[in-house]
């Protein structure tokens, strides 16, 4: 069996560090075999993959979505996701809202914030976020709960730009934190960190870590 998953696993706990396997595209046998040594809490970007692994696995997995979500294609995991990571637009929270009381539930999400200095990645401006939670509409949405941040540095050697971004995110994180959701069980997550940055990550705040290479 795969001990290396092992050893992993405990420096994360020990940190109390939520570890989610990624999964995108790595065949059904491969996730077993994780979840055979105990993971629960896997990861997938695209819903189409979403929806196929979490027809074909075991009920008591926690799947998260960490890739961008289409607002037309949330009606598709709406019934069981367990945490999107990745929501970047008020009209994405209001479908997800929208989803989640016709199953009657309360779905977690994460507001992705654009850290990195790429063109290519989604994700809230410091301001857009700011705007939008200043905003009371959000208050109207009965079935999200906004429990934390994501972000993904730029993917770069350089250790100093990455540890800055992720800097950048845990202060902004805190700012937060501080101004709409003060009380201690709300907004308790930050999710960053992946293959090549999660230790960095970790140094700097992560409680969530997003890892596929490493593991599989
Ligand atoms: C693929 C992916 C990861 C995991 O990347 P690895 O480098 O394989 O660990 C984490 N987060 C997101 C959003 C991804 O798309």
């Excluded at 055979?36 to 075991?58: I, S, T």
């Excluded at 350089?158 to 992720?166: L, Q």
Aim: proline content about 1%.
């Amino acid at each position: 069996m795969n001990s290396r998953y092992k050893d992993f696993d405990e420096v994360l706990k020990k940190k109390a560090v939520l570890l989610v396997a990624v999964t995108k595209t790595r065949p059904n046998e491969a996730i077993l075999g994780l979840y055979n040594e105990g993971q629960r809490d896997f990861g997938e970007n695209r819903v189409q993959e979403l929806r196929e692994k979490y027809v074909a696995l075991p009920k008591d997995i926690r799947w998260h979505l960490i890739g961008h979500l289409q607002t037309n294609k949330v009606k598709y995991i709406a019934e069981w996701v367990h945490l999107v990571h990745s929501v970047d637009s008020l009209e994405l929270l209001k479908e997800i809202n929208r989803q989640a009381l016709k199953h009657n539930r309360i779905i977690s999400c994460l507001l992705q914030i654009f850290i990195a200095d790429e063109t290519t990645k989604f994700g809230f401006t410091k301001q857009e976020v700011i705007k939008m939670l200043d905003d009371a509409e959000l208050n109207n949405f009965k079935n999200i709960k906004i429990a934390g941040l994501m972000g993904m540095a730029t993917n770069t050697n350089d250790e100093g730009k990455v540890r800055n971004e992720f800097k950048s995110l845990k202060e902004l994180f805190l700012e937060i934190k501080e101004k709409y959701y003060p009380s201690t069980e709300n907004f308790t997550k930050l999710s960053m960190g992946m293959s090549g940055d999660y230790l960095i990550a970790i140094e700097e705040g992560a409680t969530i870590v997003r890892i596929g290479s490493l593991l599989f």
